[in-house]
């Protein structure tokens, strides 16, 4: 058994992933644990939803990643409990594991603000399963209409309810109206694809209420011009079977997809330190816990004050950056301290700071909006940056490649060439139909 530090990781995705990548000349053992064996490219899952890429066009293996890393090794299991004072955590078939570093990562999940029964009827975008459940919905309504006979009915099939204005649910509202009017035309028969309702509701007054005002705008006529009614200060209140309750209106619809709020990860809250109202672990500068500076936590499960008093996003970004950050600070406690160094003095420690990059959302074919330092972009330019950032970005040359090969050929021939519903169709199309029939 080897006497090098041993650093164990939990969580697969970017700032894990990339910590474990940071720490590959360290002498140290390095054990990343993650309940799925692959790394997923999480911003173009919205892809995948709307039956443009398939789930291995946006993920890969972590052992594959990291087989060329002779000190890492990869653990395929779920991390029900850390105890930070036995220094260990604990896997949810008992196994304990012992650690001299520890870095959580573990991110955050769907948020229904109290009404977790809401979850069945509007399913969010966070996993593989979660964007193949979304395509599954969304093309099943279109068979449904197909048969459908009721014009009433029909057109509550072809009404689809996304609720929350963020990057993700722009991005599925742009690319199911561009599916709608575009792509299944030709397809069916008994149905005008192209008369579908796209209605994106968000609770305060703009979209993508993060983004620079101007960008808001721009997104919202770009939404707008591709048919998607965009309703801003609008609260969802109900949610059934047929209709969805915006405030006192009710939209008569049967597909609701949820984009709205997150919360985060259980593993925060077994640390015993102090979180925010989303559950998010409140780090010391260094992005390590309090109390305990050889726990660190990073991405979106750590909630992060900067000097100016803004909170560092919970992005892509901001991950690899705490990410590459903790190893920093792993590789400088063990500089001539040994085992010992994982008691590393708070002053001695550097403090963590983010360098904004810019917010990239597509909308569309050849529209997107972008703000770049100071520059405010939109259309065709912002499209191109974002296309080109998100595959430079994807894990492994392959993955570059096809996904390049497939937004060209979707460009040039409007083209989605994954819209396959899995799952039993007999019971699915039912279900689009009359989902309380079936419990």
Known sequence: MSKRPHVVIIGGGFGGLTCARALRKAPVRVTLIDRRNFHLFQPLLYQVATASLSPADVASPIRTILRKQKNAQVWMGEVTGIDPSAREVELSDGVRIDYDWLVVATGVTHAYFGNDAWAERAPGLKTVDDATEIRRRFLLAFEAAEREAD???????????????????????????????????????AIDTTTTRILLLEGVDRVLPTYPPELSERAEEQLEALGVEVRTSTFVTGIEADHVMAGEERIEARTVFWAAGVEASSLGASLGVETDRAGRVLVEPDCSVPGHPEVFVVGDLASLTQDDGTTVPGVAQGAIQMGQHAARMIRAGLEGHGREGVGLEGRQREPFRYRDKGDLATIGRAAAVARIGRARLSGLLAWIIWAVVHVF??????????????????????QRGIRLITGNPKVELQRARAPDELG
């Open 151 to 189: 014009p009433d009915e029909r057109r509550r099939l072809l009404t689809f309810v996304i609720v929350g204005a963020g990057p993700t649910g722009v991005e599925l509202a742009g690319a199911m109206a561009e599916i709608a009017r575009d792509v299944m035309p030709k397809d069916f028969r």
């Open 393 to 414: 970005y994807l894990i492994g040359f392959r993955n570059r490649i096809l996904v390049m090969l497939q937004w060209t050929w979707a460009y040039l021939t409007y």
